[in-house]
């Protein structure tokens, strides 16, 4: 890749698939394996867009499995910024009350940034900066439960909420909008982190292109 100010353009991995896929899982399991390489793990839904000036009960409607939902703009611009080696403050969403935080998180550039969200293969102005394309590929009933187990445990959120918003928008979004972004894939992982044959070739192939880039 071009050279910026001596160093080398950092790696982009995209990692796409349904809520619940796994994607996170294979993220880390990615993160964990690249000994030796200075990494970042970089989620869409940090990128959600900032609604303070909205009820809560008005975003309790919005389709957050819309690309209108992201500030993909934003989200641009900082990785723009990444790739100049530039430090970029990411904006943190508070998942309680459906905007985001007053608060940011400092980032440092690092050689490998692992993108992970629902809808990073669907912008081309995303999918044209990444060197490696990856989309998790898993079931429909195993991802459901998953997220009935994340969205209670983790966010707040009742059972009948999350069954609710699974058939209005998460299940319809992703037949619409992050199912037909596989045919964009480089690598195509089944079943989630639990697939530990496809991250280990995974991971290979990013050393493999790393190395290429430190030459």
Not at 76 to 86: G, I, N
Not at 92 to 109: G, H, M, N, V, W
Request: charged fraction near 30%; hydrophobic fraction near 35%.
């Amino acid at each position: 890749m071009i050279e910026q100010s001596g160093k080398q353009h950092p790696v982009i991995i995209g990692v796409t698939g349904g809520s619940g896929s796994g994607k996170t899982t294979v993220s880390r399991a990615i993160f964990n394996q690249l000994h030796g390489y200075s990494l970042m793990l970089l989620q869409q839904d940090s990128y959600y867009n900032d609604q303070a000036k909205m009820t809560l009960e008005e975003r309790g409607k919005v389709n957050y499995d819309h690309p209108d939902a992201f500030d993909t703009d934003l989200l641009l611009k900082q990785l723009q910024d990444l790739l100049e080696w530039k430090t970029v403050d990411i904006p943190i969403y508070d998942y309680k009350l459906l905007t985001r935080s007053p608060k940011t998180l400092e980032q440092q550039p690092r050689e490998v940034i692992i993108i992970e969200g629902i809808l990073v293969l669907h912008d081309p102005r995303l999918r044209d900066l990444m060197d490696i394309k990856v989309f998790v590929d898993t079931d429909d009933d195993i991802r459901i439960i998953r997220r009935i187990r994340r969205d209670i445990r983790e966010r707040g959120r009742s059972l009948e909420s999350v069954i609710t918003q699974y058939l209005h928008t998460v299940k319809p979004m992703y037949h619409q909008f992050i199912e037909p972004t596989k045919r964009y894939a480089d690598i195509i992982v089944p079943e989630g982190g639990k697939n530990q044959v496809a991250i280990d070739l995974l991971t290979t192939k990013v050393r493999d292109v790393l190395r290429s880039n430190r030459k």
